[in-house]
């Protein structure tokens, strides 16, 4: 069955050091997105790509870069980790066809 | 800028009580709209999707959702909710023609035994 993997699923850090969140995806989809979920903002776009090299600032891309080199793979690098960016992160894929869009299982980040 | 609105972001309720979850976008245009669910420690799922056609949409473990396009809604109901319904509940809406969607900031449900 096709699938969304994330790894870590949980990840401790220091302020200040790079971090890269990996997200696969079996799905074939060229759509890829990157979320940010905290306790009263609901989910937030960090991220997104629809396709090979393409890569588009979301709504709080600050602090965050992607690249996309493959259509598998998109992940999510940290420059330079802030306590602000402690969070639960969701990768996400769609065919582009119904937008409907599925998720993988996360990775709890926290940055002491 | 379009935006997705959710009421009430804490409901407790007993079981076999009705649920019902408010959802309102602001955009005039064609839009796809989606509820999603999270139970506790896992990550969102499709609850139902409406893209065209019969503006009541039946989605899984007997959720149900009403588009009406006059009032920019997407109301979520359950006639009888059960304890394993705890989860919190995304609204999601595609502003036609980018692929993204705008998700509201949830509603957190509990399911009272």
């Known amino acids: 069955d096709a699938e969304i993997t994330q790894s870590p699923r949980h990840k401790i850090t220091e302020t200040g050091r790079q971090v890269t969140l990996a997200c696969h995806q079996t799905?074939?989809?060229?759509?890829m997105f990157w979320y940010r979920q905290d306790l009263g903002h609901g989910l937030r776009l960090i991220h997104y790509?629809?396709?090979?090299?393409?890569?588009n600032k979301g709504e709080v891309s600050d602090g965050y870069s992607v690249s996309r080199s493959n259509t598998e793979d998109l992940p999510l690098t940290l420059e330079s980790a802030a306590s602000s960016q402690t969070s639960v992160y969701f990768c996400?894929?769609?065919?582009?066809?119904?937008?409907?869009?599925?998720f993988g299982p996360g990775t709890r980040l926290t940055v002491l | 800028a379009q935006s997705v609105s959710q009421h009430n972001h804490h409901v407790i309720l007993s079981e076999a009580a009705s649920l019902e979850l408010g959802c309102n976008y602001s955009?005039?245009?064609?839009?796809?709209l989606f509820w999603y669910v999270q139970y506790p420690g896992q990550h969102l799922q499709l609850l139902l999707k409406?893209?065209?056609?019969?503006?009541l949409v039946k989605g899984i473990k007997g959720f149900e959702a009403e588009f009406i396009k006059s009032k920019f809604s997407f109301n979520l109901r359950k006639p009888s909710v059960q304890w394993s319904d705890t989860a919190e509940y995304f609204c999601?809406?595609?502003?036609?023609?980018?692929?993204?969607?705008?998700f509201g900031k949830g509603n957190q449900v509990v399911v009272i035994p």
């Open positions: 999601a809406v595609n502003f036609y023609g980018n692929f993204r969607l705008a």
């Open positions: 799905w074939n989809h060229n759509n």
């Open positions: 409406y893209f065209s056609g019969d503006p």
């Open positions: 790509s629809y396709g090979v090299q393409d890569t």
């Open positions: 955009y005039g245009g064609t839009v796809n």
């Open positions: 996400a894929t769609s065919d582009g066809v119904t937008d409907t869009q599925y």
